[in-house]
C-alpha cells in the first residue's frame, strides 16, 4: 500500500534519534520525561529502522519568492531485530522481529500503518528473512496483516513458601545472590539463555521455539540496564545464579518491593527469566527465590506454559495461574518457512493457502516430511487435503496452536478425510513455544 500524498518512508538515521523517542512517547504513553528517555540506551538497530516523514509549512518561516517554506516532522517509526538463530521446531533461522511500530496520534487512519507493514514484507524478502515475529501491543490490529498468534505464556503469583516436589540434586548445588552486574554477569546471562533454549528438556533434539536471544550489542545492554526511572519504587535488580561444582547451571534476576502491613512486611519478588539448564538447577533456583525474608509472594514475569514449576508446585491453584498471548508470527515466504522446520509425523500434505497481502504466497503448496527429519514444499496444481490462510498457519508454525483446534473454530477445512488429524499431528512439537522477553 503506498503512503498518502505529503508522505515519505526513509531509513531512519541515529542523528534523528530523540525524533524518534519523542513519537515513541506519543504512540506509548509513559509517566517517564522524554528527557529521561533520551539519557537511556537504544535496543534498535538502526540500518533496520525506518521512519515515515511529513512535511507541512512552516508558519515561523519567512516565505522565499512567494513559497512557503516547509518543515519536515517525523509521523512514523517502525524497526526490526536481526533474529539471525530464531528457534522453529527442530531449526534456527533468521526471522525479522518486527518492533516499535507507531504512527504519531495526529497522523492516524491515514494507511501509514499498512504502508510500513508492506515495506516491512519487502524488508524481509530482501533479507530472506521467511517469517516475521512480534509481541502485539494490541491484539486485533495484526491479524489482518496475516500474523497468527504462535505462542501464549504463563504468568503466576505464587505464595512465598509454596511447596514443591522434590528433585534429586537440588540440595548439593549452590546459590550465590548478587547485585545484577552487566560486566560480571551478562555473558553467563546470554550463554546460559541460549543453552536453556537449544534443549529445554533431558530429550535431545527438542528445542524451545520461539525462545529467541538476544543477539545484537544493543539488546544485551538495554536488557541488563537497571535504570532507576523503571524501577516504580523496586529495588536494583539482584541476580540468584546456581552452580554445580563451580560451573553455573541456572540464573534467575529480581527485584524486590516491600509494603507493610498490620500483620507485617507483604513484599513482592519480581522476576525475569527463571532458567535452569537442569531439573535440580530448576529445584534450586525456584527454593531460593520462593523464600526471601519480608515477602510474601513471587511473580515471574512470563514463562512458557510447561515451565518445570507448573509441575513442581504440589499447589498449582494457589499460583493463580494466567495465560497471556506471546509472540505472534507472519509467514513471509510460505515454502521457505515450513520447509525450515521439522515435523514430529511423516507427512505428505497438500496446503492451499489464502494470501492476499502477499500473492507469492497464494495457491496450492505440497509439504512432504518424514518424521524429525527433512522437509520439502513445492508449488502443486493438485486437489488440496486442507485450505487456511497464512494466518492460521501463522499461529501453527511454532508448534503450539493446533490445526485442529483452528478447524473446530471454523478457520481450516478439511478436503481430505484423515488430512487434519495428520497435519495437527505433524505441526505439534513437544515443547511449547514462547519467548522469555517483550521484543
Known amino acids: 500500500m503506498a503512503l498518502p500524498d505529503g508522505y515519505t518512508q526513509i531509513q531512519l538515521p541515529e542523528s534523528r534519534r530523540d525524533e524518534l523517542i519523542e513519537l515513541d512517547h506519543w504512540t506509548f504513553p509513559s509517566p517517564v520525561d522524554p528527557a529521561e528517555s533520551k539519557k537511556l540506551p537504544l535496543p534498535l538497530t538502526w540500518e533496520r529502522t525506518r521512519g515515515v516523514i511529513v512535511e507541512t509549512p512552516d508558519p515561523d518561516a519567512v516565505p522565499i519568492d512567494g513559497a512557503v517554506p516547509v518543515r519536515q516532522s ?30 504519531h496520534p495526529q497522523h492516524r487512519r491515514r494507511g501509514i500503518l499498512s504502508a510500513m507493514i508492506d515495506q516491512h514484507f519487502a524488508d524481509c524478502v530482501e533479507r530472506g528473512e521467511t517469517v516475521s515475529a512480534l509481541f502485539a501491543a494490541e491484539a486485533a490490529i495484526y491479524g ?13 503469583t505464587v505464595p512465598r513458601g509454596a511447596t514443591l516436589r522434590p ?16 560486566a560480571v554477569h551478562g555473558e553467563l546471562v546470554s ?6 533454549g537449544r534443549q529445554p528438556t533431558p530429550a535431545s533434539g527438542i528445542n524451545r521455539p520461539g525462545w529467541a536471544t538476544r543477539e545484537t550489542d544493543e539488546l544485551k545492554t538495554v536488557h541488563l540496564d537497571d535504570p ?3 524501577r516504580n519504587g523496586r529495588e536494583p535488580r539482584r541476580i540468584v545464579v546456581v552452580e554445580s561444582d563451580g560451573e553455573p547451571r541456572g540464573y534467575t534476576t529480581f527485584r524486590r518491593k516491600v509494603d507493610w502491613g498490620h ?35 513471587i511473580e515471574p514475569f512470563m ?27 507472519r509467514i513471509v515466504d510460505v515454502p521457505g518457512a515450513l520447509a525450515a522446520r521439522t515435523y514430529t509425523t511423516d507427512l505428505d500434505l497438500v496446503l492451499h493457502v489464502a494470501d492476499p497481502r502477499l500473492p507469492t504466497n497464494e495457491g496450492a503448496w505440497r509439504l512432504t516430511a518424514t518424521a524429525f527429519g527433512p522437509a520439502t514444499v513445492v508449488r502443486t496444481d493438485d486437489a488440496p487435503d486442507l485450505s ?28 481430505t478425510d484423515g488430512s487434519l488429524l495428520r497435519a495437527a499431528s505433524g505441526f505439534g512439537w513437544p515443547v511449547a513455544p514462547v519467548c522469555s522477553w517483550v521484543f
Open 74 to 103: 517525523l509521523a512514523a517509526i517502525h524497526s526490526s531485530y536481526p533474529f539471525s538463530r530464531f528457534p522453529v521446531p527442530g531449526a534456527e533461522i533468521p526471522v525479522a522481529g518486527l518492533t516499535w511500530v507507531g504512527v
Open 228 to 230: 532507576a526511572a523503571f
Open 191 to 196: 550463554d546460559l539463555h541460549a543453552r536453556a
Open 388 to 415: 487456511l490462510s497464512v494466518t492460521e498457519l501463522g499461529a501453527a508454525y511454532l508448534g503450539g496452536t493446533s490445526l485442529a483446534a483452528l478447524a473446530s473454530a471454523g478457520r481450516v477445512e478439511e478436503h
Open 263 to 297: 500483620t507485617g512486611p507483604r513484599g513482592t519478588v519480581s522476576t525475569g527469566e527463571v532458567v535452569g539448564l537442569d531439573p535440580a538447577a530448576t529445584h534450586r533456583l525456584w527454593s531460593t527465590i520462593l523464600d526471601l525474608d519480608l515477602t510474601h509472594e
Open 303 to 329: 514463562i512458557p506454559l510447561d515451565d518445570p514449576i507448573a509441575s513442581l508446585l504440589v499447589d498449582p491453584r494457589a499460583a493463580a495461574p494466567k495465560i497471556a498471548d506471546n509472540v505472534w508470527v
Open 144 to 156: 489482518r496483516f496475516g500474523y497468527g498468534l504462535a505462542a501464549q505464556d504463563l504468568r503466576l
Open 167 to 182: 528433585v534429586a540434586g537440588s540440595e548439593d548445588l549452590t546459590v550465590r545472590i548478587e547485585t545484577l552486574d552487566p
